[in-house]
């Protein structure tokens, strides 16, 4: 494009702007006066039709009253009608929350009583089995004691001979009767354990 070319391009385009802008001022223009056109027509209408109005205000004043008063019979019948409805609608809702809730409320109540039922006998179980429990490592335990003391008092004398000293004891219980030893005897439990 030449020097020329773009100078023309803008001096057409500045014309158009300023058409436009000259149509757009025309225009708003218009659109102004039509606006007052309107005002005045509506204030004509308006002046013509209070003086109707005052003319006969008395008796439509009257009809509109009596018209007033049957739609407002009419609206507090239909509000005292919905309202009854809706407070129908929610005691129903009600007795049937009540109902459920109490159902539920039983049925969880039933529920807990069983579970409550089960772990106290379970836990009385489970307490029988750990006081049987103790009682055995309660014996283990006594039975060792002497056991141990035999053992301290053999590596004071002689390192070798506690080694040796500990397999009897251990052995003994397996191959003597039951009621050898005192002391042996609960020792074979805790040999087998």
């Given at each position: 494009?030449?020097?020329?070319?773009?100078?023309k391009k803008?001096?057409?385009?500045?014309?158009?702007?300023?058409?436009?802008?000259?149509?757009?001022?025309?225009?708003?223009?218009?659109l102004?006066l039509a606006?007052?056109?309107?005002?005045n027509?509506?204030?004509?209408q308006r002046?013509?039709?209070y003086k109707?109005v005052v003319k006969?205000?008395?008796?439509?004043?009257?009809?509109?009253?009596?018209?007033g008063?049957?739609?407002e019979?009419?609206?507090k019948?239909?509000v005292?009608?919905?309202?009854?409805a809706v407070?129908d609608q929610?005691?129903?809702?009600?007795?049937t929350?009540?109902k459920?809730?109490n159902?539920?409320k039983?049925?969880?109540?039933?529920?807990?009583?069983?579970l409550?039922s089960?772990a106290?006998?379970?836990?009385k179980t489970e307490?029988k089995a750990?006081?049987k429990?103790?009682v055995?490592?309660?014996?283990?335990v006594a039975a060792k004691a002497?056991v141990?003391?035999?053992?301290?008092?053999a590596?004071?004398?002689?390192p070798?001979?506690?080694?040796a000293?500990?397999?009897?004891?251990?052995?003994?219980p397996?191959a003597?009767?039951p009621k050898?030893?005192?002391p042996?005897a609960?020792a074979?439990?805790?040999?087998?354990?």
């Open positions: 494009m030449t020097k020329a070319n773009v100078s803008v001096e057409t385009a500045k014309k158009d702007i300023e058409k436009a802008f000259s149509n757009a001022k025309d225009y708003s223009r218009n102004y606006g007052l056109g309107v005002y027509t509506t204030e004509q002046s013509k039709a109707e006969t205000g008395t008796s439509i004043f009257k009809d509109l009253v009596k018209a008063e049957g739609l019979k009419k609206g019948k239909l005292n009608e919905q309202t009854k407070n929610i005691s129903n809702v009600k007795s929350v009540n459920r809730f159902t539920a039983s049925t969880v109540t039933k529920n807990i009583n069983k409550e089960s106290k006998k379970t836990i307490a750990v006081e429990a103790a055995k490592v309660q014996a283990k002497p141990k003391a035999a053992v301290k008092k590596p004071a004398k002689a070798v001979k506690a080694a000293a500990k397999a009897p004891v251990k052995a003994a397996k003597a009767a050898a030893a005192a042996a609960p074979a439990p805790a040999a087998q354990a």
